[in-house]
Structures are given as C-alpha cells and as structure tokens.
C-alpha cells in the first residue's frame, strides 16, 4: 500500500462545477499536511497547507481528518485555469511524500 | 535569485556515463530534498537533507545514486554509470526547517539518457 493514496483522474468538469479530490495516508504520525499544484512540465507549487481545524483560501478549502487519517480539497467555481494535477503531499519525520496526483481538466 | 535553482536545467548524456545535477536552494533554508519524475508519474522520493546530513535515503535507486549537501547550501545529486531508465526530470525543494514549513521547488533537471 501507497503511503498517500489519492483518487484516480483524471477528472473533468464544466466552468462553474465544484469538485472535491479525497486523500489518504498511511501513517499515523504524519506531522503535516500540504496540496500542491503541478502544471504540465511545470515544477510542483503549493496551493495550501491543510490544518486540523480545516482552513478556506479563496474558492479552496481543505479538510483534515486524523482520526481517519484523510485530507480532502474542495474547489468550488472551478476556472478553467484550474486545470492542473493536484498532489496530496504529506511531512513525516522531515521526509515529504507525494501521493500520485489527481488530474483535474476544467472545460468552458 | 530569491528560488530554487537547478543546473543544468537540460541533459544529454550517453549510457554509461556519470552525471551530476546541482541544486542551489533559498539561503537559510536547512532541509533540501531531491525527488525525480518520469513522464506521466508523480514524484518519487530520493533523499532529504537537514543542514548536511542525509537523515533519509531509502528512496535513492541504486548504489549508483548518492548525493551530498556542504555548508548548509548547495547540494549535488550524482548518477554514476547511467542508464536509459535513469531518464527522468529530477527535482530538488528546500524548506526552512524540516518540521510544519512547505517546500519551494525548482525548475528541475530533465535528464536524458541516450
């Protein structure tokens, strides 16, 4: 088993959708936990960081769950220039992992 | 530059020889990692660096892979011996500390083995 799994893309939307990409992870002493935007060829950017108390930036939220050792982002109204995949990333012991990334495609 | 920055940002080499890709990371950030990324797959974790010491390298492939860190700052990956399948693009981020801080990325290496 992956240490972070995330769902299988890729995933297409019209203008306007929300959509909602779930992840989770293996290890129960995770420390931190962050969602990344990659864009084609392009290197990874941080989107957001991911807090227990659940944090909103603008049309994303995002959710952590330790209990079930889950982390989900929300985007609502997607643009089309939110097309990108979008990587679960999670900190243990210093070490970053990656999860395999959600393809998102936002059509007009 | 106030970035990440890699070099050589592009590769070319032949089967067999050795390479070594340089990452620069944002000054006065102590943890450095190296992951690398095959077409159409995400990131694959190599090592991480906090200040010179290499807590982690179980990811790194091969014995033909190791990497180094000094004075806190740059960090060299080498691949000896290449071969096709070392072709990827390798990407190296640095963080503040190695605990609750993100991680900034730089623009990688496309490394290919011909």
């Known amino acids: 088993r992956k240490e972070v799994e995330q769902d299988p893309g890729p995933f297409n939307v019209p203008e306007g959708a929300t959509v909602a990409f779930n992840c989770t992870y293996s290890?129960?002493?995770?420390?931190?936990f962050f969602w990344y935007r990659q864009d084609c060829r392009k290197e990874p950017k941080l989107l957001m960081s991911?807090?227990?108390s659940g944090n909103e930036d603008g049309r994303f939220t995002a959710q952590l769950n330790r209990a079930s050792q889950y982390i989900s982002l929300l985007i609502r109204d997607s643009k089309l220039s939110d097309s990108a995949t979008y990587l679960c990333?999670?900190?243990?012991?210093?070490?970053?992992?990656f999860g395999q990334g959600t393809e998102l495609s936002v059509k007009p | 530059g106030a970035g990440v920055s890699q070099s050589p940002s592009n590769k070319v080499t032949e089967k067999g020889k050795d390479v070594e890709l340089r990452c620069d990371p944002i000054?006065?950030?102590?943890?450095l990692y190296w992951y690398r990324q095959s077409l159409g797959q995400g990131l694959e974790f190599l090592i991480y660096?906090?200040?010179?010491?290499?807590?982690?390298k179980s990811g790194l492939p091969s014995d033909r892979f190791s990497a180094e860190r000094t004075g806190g700052s740059v960090s060299t990956l080498t691949i000896q011996r290449t071969q096709q399948e070392d072709s990827a693009v390798y990407l190296c981020?640095?963080?503040?500390?190695?605990?609750?801080?993100?991680?900034?990325f730089g623009q990688g290496t496309r490394l290919t083995v011909v």
């Open positions: 000054s006065g950030h102590t943890a």
């Open positions: 981020a640095s963080s503040l500390y190695s605990s609750g801080t993100e991680a900034f």
């Open positions: 290890n129960s002493a995770s420390q931190s």
């Open positions: 990333v999670v900190r243990k012991e210093g070490k970053l992992i």
């Open positions: 660096f906090q200040g010179n010491s290499a807590p982690d």
């Open positions: 991911v807090y227990s």
